[in-house]
C-alpha cells in the first residue's frame, strides 16, 4: 500500500484522495485513542472517578437511594444508568458497580450491596436481579453539593438529560481507594490509601503549599490496602515511587504462631495481599507442596469464615517458623508486589503521570473551585431571597392598602409597583403570597430572618473576597471528612502495616529435607522410582513387561543425583523430589528433558568433591569437575560436546594416576591421568588413536595396584606389568592381554557408581 502512495507517477487526484484517506483514518485513530483515554480508562484527579463509576453514583442519587433508605435492585439501577447515561452494555455496568461495593477490592465503598457481590476467593458476584444496591455515606460525600452548582453539567449521550462533569468529591477517592485501567500506549494503578492520613496531607499541603514529598509521606506513610498486610518496601523506594509517580510496592500476608501444645505448632494467615485470590493461593501452595519445591510444610487447610484463615502446618516441630514462611513469600502470593503507575487526568483533559504532591493539589483546588461555585450559588439565592423579604416587609407595613388594590384592580401588579416602589419579583411575590401566609406576616420574625441574612451574605463575600478564609473552610472541611472516615470512625484504622522485612539467611532446599534413606531403582527402558530405606542388591522388584533393572542406588533424601545421556549433558535429580517406590515409578524423560533418541549412560550420587572422566565414541575426552556438572533446569547442562554420528560413550569417577583405554579393536593403551586436561566443557583430547571403530571402555586406576578386569568367568584379574602397553596419549596401544573380556569392557556394567 505504501508503495503505491509513493508512486511517483501517480496522478495528481489519486494522490490527493489517498492522502485524505490516509488523514481521515489517522484523525479517526486519534480520537479513538483520546475516548479510551478519557472516557473510559483514566480517573479524573479531581474525584479520582471514571466515567462509568461517575455517572453509576449519579444515576442512584436521581432514584433517592441514599444511605439510610431502602435498596433498589441492581437491574433497575443498570438499566438506568445504560438508558440514560452510559449505553455500553449491562455486563460492564454491573461489574464497575459490584467492585464499588466489595470491601475486599475499595478502602472505603461507594455502593452499599445486599446480597451476593463476589468474595476474596475470586467467586462472581450473583446476577443484578437477585442484588440489591444503594450508596453510602462516602458516596454521599463524593456528591455534596451537586444542586447548588458546584460543578458544570453536560449533556447525556443523546441530548435528553444531564449529568455531571466531575463530582464535587468532599471525599478524596482518587487516593483513598485508588484506581486501575488500561488505555491506548498508557495504563494507571493507583494504590488505596488511609482517608486520616490523606486528610493530614492535604491539611499540611494548605499550610505549606511547596512541602515536599517526604513531609507529605511523614503523615500519609504508604498504601493502606482493603485486605491489610504488611507493607514491607524500604522507605527510600515508597518515597522514590511517591515522587516519579511509578514505583513498586512489596506486600506480605499478616501471619502469626499458634501454639497447639507440647512441642507442636503451627502458622496461621489472617491477611493476605491485596488483589490475591484466596482460593488461588491455597491451589498454589498445595501445588508447591505436592511437587515437593517446600519440603519443610506439611500441610495447608483453609479455615476461612467471615474472616480469613489458612493454617500452614509444617513436616516437623523442628523447622523454623521464620524460615518456612521466608520461603513461601518467594515461591507463592503469600507476598507480592503492587506496581504503582499514578496517571491521571488533569483536570479532566491532559493525561499525567503525576507525582503525590500534583494529585493532592489537583484535589485541594478542585475543592477551592466547588467552594467558590457554592458561594456564588447561595450568594444569589441570598439575594433573591432578601429581595422578596424587603417586599413582604413593604407589604406588612401597609397590609389594608395591598389588600385593597389586590380586591379592586384589576392589573393590581404594576399598581403595586408603583405605588410601594416595588421590584417586579417583589409584587409578584406579595401576590403569589396565600391568605394563611398572612399570619406569617410579622415584622419582627422577617426582620430577624432579613438581618441573618444579611450577615450571612457578608460572610459570603468576604470569603468570596479572602483566599485565606477559603483555605480555612476548605480546612474545616477537611477536618469534618477526617472526623467521618478517619481512625474515630469504623473502619478508619490503618489496616496495612508498615515493616521491615526480617533478614533471615538464605537456607538452601537441601537443609529443608528430612534426611531419610532411599533406594533409587531405575530400569532400563528409564522408569525411576525411589523406594523407603536401603534394600537389599538382590532384592526381588517388580518391573513393567519386558523391562528390567538397570541402576540400584543407595542414597539419602537430600543428595543429589546426576544423570549422563549419551548427548554429552548432564541432568540433576533431587533424591527428595523423586517418586515414591509403590509403583513402577516414572519416565525419567518425564522429570528430565533426555530427548528419546539418548540414552542413558550413567546414573550415580554427586559429590561434590569428585571429578569424572568423560568420553565419546570418537575417543575424545577430558576430566570433569563434578560441581561443574550440575544443571539448574530440567533441560540439563551440556559438558561434553559431540559432532554428528558421534556420541557419549564413558563417565566414569577418576580414581588413581593413570588411565586404561580400550578401542573396539580391542588394543589396550595405558597412560598417566596427568596427560588429560581438566575442562568444565568441551569436545575434549584424544585418547586413543583408531583407524577402524572407536572407544570401548576407559578407566583410571592407580598404576600401584596394578589394572583389574572380570575374565570370562567371573573371576577378577589384576594385571601390574603395564610396560607393554603403556604409550603416550593419543597413541593406538597393544593387543589387549589374554583373557581379557569380549566385550571389550573392563567389568559389566559401565555406569559411573
Known amino acids: 500500500m505504501s508503495d503505491l502512495l509513493d508512486d511517483p507517477n501517480m496522478r495528481d487526484g489519486s494522490a ?44 442512584m442519587r436521581e432514584l433517592k437511594l441514599d ?34 461495593a466489595q470491601d475486599f477490592n475499595v ?64 471525599f478524596p477517592n482518587l487516593l483513598a481507594n485508588g484506581s486501575s485501567g488500561i488505555a491506548v500506549g498508557m495504563a494507571t494503578n493507583i494504590p488505596p490509601h488511609n482517608i486520616g492520613e490523606l486528610c493530614d496531607a492535604c491539611l499540611h499541603l494548605i499550610k505549606a503549599p511547596n512541602a515536599h514529598i517526604e513531609t507529605l509521606l511523614e503523615h500519609m506513610p504508604g498504601p493502606d490496602f482493603p485486605t491489610g498486610g504488611i507493607l514491607v518496601e524500604p522507605r527510600d523506594n515508597i518515597r522514590t515511587a511517591y515522587e516519579t509517580g511509578r514505583g513498586s510496592f512489596r506486600l506480605r500476608a499478616r501471619w502469626a504462631v499458634e501454639d497447639l501444645g507440647r512441642g507442636t505448632w503451627q502458622i496461621v494467615v489472617t491477611e493476605i495481599p491485596y488483589q490475591v485470590q484466596k482460593s488461588k493461593l491455597v491451589e498454589k501452595i498445595a501445588e508447591l507442596i505436592n511437587a515437593k ?55 479532566g483533559r491532559t493525561p499525567v503521570v503525576a507525582d503525590l504532591r500534583q494529585v493532592l493539589r489537583a484535589f485541594l483546588d478542585h475543592r477551592r473551585d466547588v467552594l467558590l461555585r457554592r458561594s456564588q450559588h447561595r450568594l444569589a439565592k441570598i439575594d433573591a431571597r432578601l429581595e422578596v423579604l424587603e417586599g413582604y416587609i413593604i407589604a406588612f407595613l401597609n397590609l389594608d392598602r395591598v389588600i385593597a388594590i389586590i380586591r379592586h384592580e384589576d392589573e393590581p401588579r404594576p399598581v403595586l409597583m408603583a405605588e410601594f416602589e416595588l421590584s417586579e419579583v417583589q409584587a409578584e411575590a406579595i401576590l403569589n403570597m396565600r391568605l394563611r401566609s398572612l399570619r406569617k406576616l410579622e415584622e419582627m420574625e422577617l426582620r430577624r430572618e432579613h438581618d441573618a441574612l444579611l450577615i450571612e451574605r457578608a460572610e459570603l463575600q468576604d470569603l468570596l473576597a479572602d483566599e485565606g478564609l477559603q483555605w480555612a473552610r476548605i480546612k474545616e472541611q477537611l477536618q469534618e471528612t477526617r472526623k467521618s472516615f478517619g481512625r474515630a470512625a469504623k473502619g478508619g484504622e490503618r489496616r496495612t502495616e508498615l515493616a521491615e522485612a526480617p533478614e533471615i539467611e538464605d537456607v538452601p532446599l537441601e537443609a529443608m529435607i528430612e534426611r531419610e534413606p532411599i533406594t533409587v531403582v531405575c530400569s532400563a527402558m528409564g522408569w525411576i522410582r525411589a523406594m523407603k530405606g536401603h534394600i537389599a542388591p538382590d532384592t526381588e522388584l517388580k518391573f513393567k513387561d519386558g523391562d528390567g533393572p538397570r541402576f540400584l542406588i543407595h542414597a539419602e533424601t537430600t543428595d543429589k543425583l546426576l544423570l549422563f545421556g549419551s548427548n554429552g549433558r548432564f541432568y540433576t535429580l533431587p533424591g527428595s523430589s523423586l517418586p515414591g517406590g509403590r509403583g513402577m515409578g516414572e519416565p525419567v524423560r518425564l ?163
Open 107 to 170: 478502602r472505603y465503598p461507594l455502593v452499599d450491596g445486599q446480597g451476593n457481590f463476589g468474595n476474596i476467593d475470586g467467586d462472581n458476584p450473583a446476577a443484578q436481579r437477585y442484588t440489591e444496591a444503594r450508596l453510602t455515606r462516602a458516596a454521599e460525600a463524593m456528591m455534596d453539593g451537586l444542586a447548588e452548582d458546584a460543578v458544570d453539567f453536560r449533556e447525556n449521550y443523546d441530548g435528553t438529560d444531564r449529568e455531571p462533569v466531575v463530582l464535587p468529591s468532599a
Open 16 to 59: 490527493t484522495s489517498n492522502e485524505t484517506l490516509r488523514r481521515a483514518l489517522g484523525d479517526r485513530y486519534l480520537q479513538y485513542a483520546l475516548t479510551t483515554i478519557m472516557h473510559r480508562a483514566l480517573p479524573d484527579a479531581r474525584d479520582g472517578l471514571k466515567p462509568v463509576h461517575r455517572r453509576i453514583l449519579y444515576a
Open 293 to 347: 519445591k517446600i519440603p519443610i510444610l506439611g500441610d495447608v487447610r483453609d479455615e476461612s469464615a467471615e474472616d480469613i484463615r489458612l493454617v500452614l502446618e509444617p513436616k516437623s516441630r523442628t523447622v523454623d517458623p521464620a524460615v518456612l514462611m521466608e520461603t513461601l513469600f518467594r515461591q507463592s502470593d503469600l507476598e507480592t508486589r503492587f506496581s504503582m503507575n499514578m496517571n491521571v487526568l488533569i483536570d
Open 591 to 753: 522429570i528430565v528433558d533426555l530427548p528419546n533418541e539418548a540414552e542413558t549412560l550413567a546414573l550415580f550420587i554427586h559429590k561434590p568433591e569428585g571429578k569424572l572422566l568423560v568420553a565419546s565414541t570418537a575417543g575424545d575426552g577430558f576430566v570433569v569437575a563434578e560441581a561443574d556438572c550440575l544443571a539448574q533446569t530440567r533441560s540439563g547442562k551440556q559438558v561434553l560436546n559431540t559432532k554428528e554420528g558421534v556420541k557419549a560413550a564413558i563417565c566414569r569417577p577418576v580414581q588413581g594416576d593413570c588411565i586404561a583405554v580400550v578401542g573396539e579393536n580391542r588394543k589396550l593403551l595405558v597412560f598417566p591421568l596427568a596427560e588429560l586436561p581438566e575442562m568444565a566443557r568441551g569436545k575434549g583430547v584424544r585418547l586413543q588413536a583408531y583407524k577402524d571403530g572407536g572407544l570401548s571402555d576407559a578407566i583410571t586406576f592407580t598404576r600401584a595396584d596394578g589394572l583389574s578386569w572380570k575374565d570370562p568367568a567371573g573371576r577378577t584379574r589384576t594385571e601390574t606389568d603395564l610396560e607393554e602397553w603403556s604409550a603416550p596419549r593419543a597413541k593406538s596401544g597393544r593387543m589387549a592381554p589374554r583373557g581379557f573380556p569380549r566385550n571389550n569392557r573392563f567389568d559389566d556394567a559401565h555406569q559411573a557408581s
Open 67 to 100: 444511605s439510610t433508605g431502602a435498596f433498589r435492585k441492581c437491574a433497575k439501577i443498570v438499566g438506568d444508568v445504560m438508558g440514560n447515561f452510559h449505553p455500553h452494555g449491562d455486563s460492564a455496568i454491573y461489574d464497575a458497580m459490584a467492585r464499588l
